[in-house]
C-alpha cells in the first residue's frame, strides 16, 4: 500500500473504519480546516467508498429542514442502518453555533452511535463548502455509514452544488410563501427528486402543491421520472415513512434505468474540476508567489500600478516556459 | 501598445469609451459568455478603469431591491451622473428573463441612455457569478459610466462574493420577516455599510430597526464605522435623497481615512485567486487533457476504476516533472 505507507495516516483509517467517533471527528475537522494531512487522508480513505446513499435534503430558512431530517434519521435508525448526517448552514451567523447546534441534536438522539451529526458553516478561504461537504461524506461513506443525509438552506447557488453531489435530492416546502420566494423554488425545481410539503397541516398546503404540478407540467425531466409529492407535519413526525418510500422510490428507479453511475459520474466531474483547480493554485502560490507576494500584487492593481491580465500571463508563460525549454 | 496590437479589439475599445451601447452590449455578453475574446478586450479595457465608484445593493427576495435601484438610479442622473446598473438574480428561473426584465426597467427610465442596465441570471460552467460580475463591472467603468450601482439577492455566498466588490454596500430588509429571515440577515450584517429599511411604513420597522442596533452594539467594526439606518418607502420614491446622503456619508469617511486603497487592494486579491484558479485550470485543460478525457476520469472515479487524489497528484507531477528536468 505505498499511499498510506505514512504510519500515522494508516492508524487513523483503521480508527475510522472500526467506528471511532473521535478519530470521525478528527477527520471531518481535518477536512473543513483543509489542513495539509486531509489529503493524504481522503486518498487513503477513498478505495473504502461508493457504499454508501446519499440523500441531499433542501429547502428556504424556516421550511423545518433540520426537524425533517431528524425525524427521517429516526425512520432510517428503526430499519438499523447507520447514519451521517451533514448539516450545512452557509448563512449562520454564529461561527461557534454550528457546534452547540450539533450537541442539541444529538442529545434528541439519545446519544445513539448510529446517528452522526455534523454542522458545517465557514467555507474556508480557497474552495467552496461544497468541496468540503463532498469531502466529509468522503470521510462518512469511508466510515461505514450507509446512509448520508445533506441538509442544507436552498436559497443560492453554493447550496444547490450542495445538494447536486447527492444520489437522490429532497426539495422542502412550506405553505404560505410570498411572490418572491416562488421564484427561488423554481430556481430548484429542476434538482428536486422528491418534493415534500412541510407543515402541511396549514393553510395554503394545496396551493403549493398546485403549484408544484403546474411547474410540473411546464417541462419534462431527460430521465422521465415525474418527481412525487409528500406531505409532511415533520413536528408530529407525519409523513416521514411516506417520504421514505418516496426516496426508495426514486432509488428504485434509478436503479431499474442504470442511471446511478451516470449521476455519479457528473457528480465526479464537477468535483474533479474543483480539485483540479484549488490543487493548481495552490501549486503556483507555493512555487511562483506566497502570500506576501499576493498582497503587494494585489495593492499594485488596485493602484493600476499592475495589469492583472498580465500578471496572470506571466504566470501562465512561467508554466509554458518551463515546458518549450524541455 | 503591444496588447490592443489587435486591431479589433482596439476599435471595439474606441467605440466602448465613446459610448456606443451596442458595442457595450457586446462586451457584456462577450464577459458572460466568457468568449475567447473576452480576456484580451479586459486587459486593453483595465488601464481606462478605476474611476467609478461602485455601489452594492442587497437584500432578501421581496425587499423592494429593484425599485429602490431605480429611485436611486433617478436621484443620481438628477445629479447628472452617468450609470451603470448590473442586476444579479442567480435565483431567477427563466434564463430568457433576464432580458425581458431589462427591457421592462429600461423602459421605465424612458430610454434615458444615461442610465444601462443589464441582468445577469445564469453562471458559466467554470467559474462564479462573481468574477463575471466584477468583469462587467469593469466594462462599464471602461466605458465612463462614473457610478455603478450592482443589485443581488442577498440569501448565499455567491451574493455577499458579489457585494464585497463594491466601494460601498448597501443592506436592504424590511419589516415581517419570520426567524429564520432574520439569521439570513445576520449572515450579512457584517458586509452592510448603509442600512436601509424598506417599506418602512409597514408595521415592524421600528422593531427591525431595534433588531439592527441591538445586532450592532454587540459588536464592533475594525474601521469604527457605524453603519446609518434609512427608512425608505421605495415605491413612493420616499427616502431616496437620504439614502443617497448615507452612501455619501460612508464614502466621505473612507476617503478621510484613506480606506479605499485597502479596500481595493482586498477586492482584487480576492479576483486575483479567482482569475489565477480559472487561468490555471483551463490551460491544463487545453494541455494535459480534455473534456472527453475529463469525462472518461469521472466516469472510471464514480466506478472505483481510478483514485482522484492519484490523478491530481498525476497532473502535478506533470507540471514538476517539467520543472525539474530544466
Redesign the interface.
Known amino acids: 500500500l505505498p499511499?498510506t505507507a505514512n504510519p500515522e495516516i494508516s492508524g487513523w483509517v483503521e480508527r475510522i473504519r472500526s467506528g471511532d467517533a473521535r478519530a470521525l471527528a478528527r477527520a471531518i475537522s481535518a477536512v473543513e480546516d483543509r489542513r495539509p494531512e486531509a489529503?493524504a487522508l481522503?486518498?487513503a480513505l477513498?478505495?473504502h467508498?461508493?457504499r454508501a446513499r446519499v440523500i441531499g435534503m433542501t429547502g428556504?430558512?424556516?421550511a423545518g429542514k433540520s426537524t425533517l431530517v431528524d425525524q427521517l434519521a429516526k425512520h432510517y435508525r428503526k430499519e438499523k442502518h447507520s447514519l451521517g448526517i451533514i448539516a450545512v448552514d452557509?448563512?449562520?451567523?454564529f461561527s461557534g453555533g454550528a457546534i452547540l447546534g450539533d450537541r442539541i441534536r444529538m442529545l434528541s438522539h439519545h446519544g445513539d452511535s448510529g446517528i452522526y451529526i455534523r454542522s458545517m458553516a465557514t467555507?474556508g478561504a480557497?474552495g467552496?463548502?461544497a468541496a468540503t461537504t463532498a469531502d466529509a461524506a468522503t470521510v462518512l461513506d469511508a466510515a461505514g455509514r450507509d446512509l448520508l443525509l445533506i441538509e442544507t438552506v436552498g436559497?443560492?447557488?453554493?447550496?444547490i452544488d450542495i445538494v447536486r453531489l447527492a444520489d437522490v435530492t429532497v426539495v422542502i416546502l412550506v405553505p404560505g410563501m410570498?411572490?418572491?420566494?416562488q421564484?427561488?423554488k423554481?430556481?430548484i425545481?429542476e434538482i428536486a427528486d422528491v418534493f415534500v410539503i412541510n407543515k402541511s397541516d396549514r393553510e395554503g398546503a394545496e396551493r403549493v402543491e398546485r403549484e408544484i404540478r403546474a411547474m410540473q407540467s411546464l417541462s419534462q425531466r431527460k430521465d422521465e421520472w415525474s418527481p412525487p409529492i409528500v406531505k409532511t407535519v415533520a413536528t408530529e413526525g407525519k409523513g416521514t415513512a411516506e417520504l421514505a418510500e418516496a426516496i426508495a422510490g426514486y432509488e428504485h428507479f434509478v436503479e431499474k434505468r442504470g442511471l446511478l453511475?451516470r449521476k455519479?459520474?457528473?457528480?465526479?466531474?464537477t468535483?474533479?474540476?474543483e480539485?483540479?483547480?484549488?490543487?493548481?493554485?495552490n501549486?503556483?502560490l507555493r512555487?511562483q508567489f506566497g502570500e506576501r507576494e499576493?498582497?503587494r500584487?494585489?495593492?499594485e492593481?488596485?493602484?493600476?500600478q499592475r495589469?492583472?491580465?498580465?500578471?496572470?500571463e506571466e504566470?501562465?508563460a512561467g508554466?509554458e516556459n518551463?515546458?518549450s525549454?524541455?
Open positions: 499511499h489529503q481522503l486518498r477513498f478505495p467508498t461508493g428556504s430558512p424556516g452557509p448563512t449562520s451567523p467555507r480557497l467552496g463548502l436559497v443560492g447557488q453554493d447550496e410570498g411572490d418572491d420566494v421564484s427561488i423554481a430556481g425545481m453511475k455519479r459520474a457528473e457528480h465526479w466531474r468535483r474533479l474540476l480539485m483540479l483547480r484549488d490543487a493548481l493554485l501549486r503556483v512555487q499576493l498582497e500584487y494585489a495593492e492593481i488596485a493602484e493600476h495589469d492583472p491580465y498580465a500578471l496572470i504566470v501562465l508554466l518551463v515546458k525549454k524541455i
